[in-house]
């Protein structure tokens, strides 16, 4: 596509239950990326795909936090067991390849965990 | 108007006015630097980068200045307009990291008519 996509745009959870949030990155783009950003906050770093290598989920903030990505192109992000402090923005990003190449980014997808 | 480093978190500027948003970066081993804006409510939109053998790169309204002595970045905004108001971010990378860009905290920028 044209930009990254991401899916979707909004979801209100319960507490307790499992999210998935879909990323589409850009056609070509081999590194993909999530981030997280709180209210008014920064972009914190979650997990790293590139190509076929093992990603790096060092950014991820507990078990509950887990990442895939299917054929080197979409991506999925699931939350188990939400908790409110896991309201925030998710946002996908992708680029060509890793290492000084412009990451773009999706518009986000807005958890809000009630 | 001018914002010093990350400490002062907005910056008023108005309309007409040029707008100088400044970035301390953290590692002297940084060879990538981009600046992103991001209105209310949207995902990070890529502005303007600049490599680490470069001093200055333009664009359209914008200049991205890097000095590497004292590892800073700043993003000049021209004639700012009120479509300027957004939270401007300099991420930087550093060669070997896999997670290619580092974030600083944003520079919330409002354009006063």
């Known amino acids: 596509g044209a930009g990254v996509s991401q899916s979707p745009s909004n979801k209100v959870t319960e507490k307790g239950k499992d999210v998935e949030l879909r990323c589409d990155p850009i056609s070509g783009h081999t590194a993909l990326y999530w981030y997280r950003q709180s209210l008014g906050q920064g972009l914190e770093f979650l997990i790293y795909f590139q190509g076929n290598s093992a990603p790096d989920k060092s950014g991820l903030p507990s078990d509950r936090f887990s990442a895939e990505r299917t054929g080197g192109s979409v991506s999925t992000l699931t939350i188990q067991r939400t908790q409110q402090e896991d309201s925030a923005v998710y946002l996908c990003a992708s680029s060509r390849r890793q290492g000084g190449n412009t990451i773009y980014f999706g518009e986000g997808s807005w958890l809000t965990v009630v | 108007g001018e914002s010093v480093g990350l400490h002062l978190p907005t910056l008023s500027v108005q309309e007409g006015d040029n707008s100088i948003i400044n970035c301390a970066y953290s590692?002297?081993?940084?060879?990538?630097f981009i600046w992103y804006k991001q209105e209310s409510g949207k995902g990070p939109q890529f502005i303007i980068d600049i490599r680490s053998n470069m001093d200055k790169r333009q664009g359209q309204r914008v200049t991205v200045l890097l000095n590497k002595t004292v590892k800073h970045l700043s993003l000049q905004i021209a004639a700012t307009q009120p479509g300027d108001s957004a939270v401007y971010f300099c991420a930087e990378n550093f060669p070997g990291s896999a997670r290619q860009l580092t974030f600083g905290s944003g520079t919330q920028l409002t354009v006063l008519p």
């Open positions: 590692n002297s081993a940084s060879d990538y």
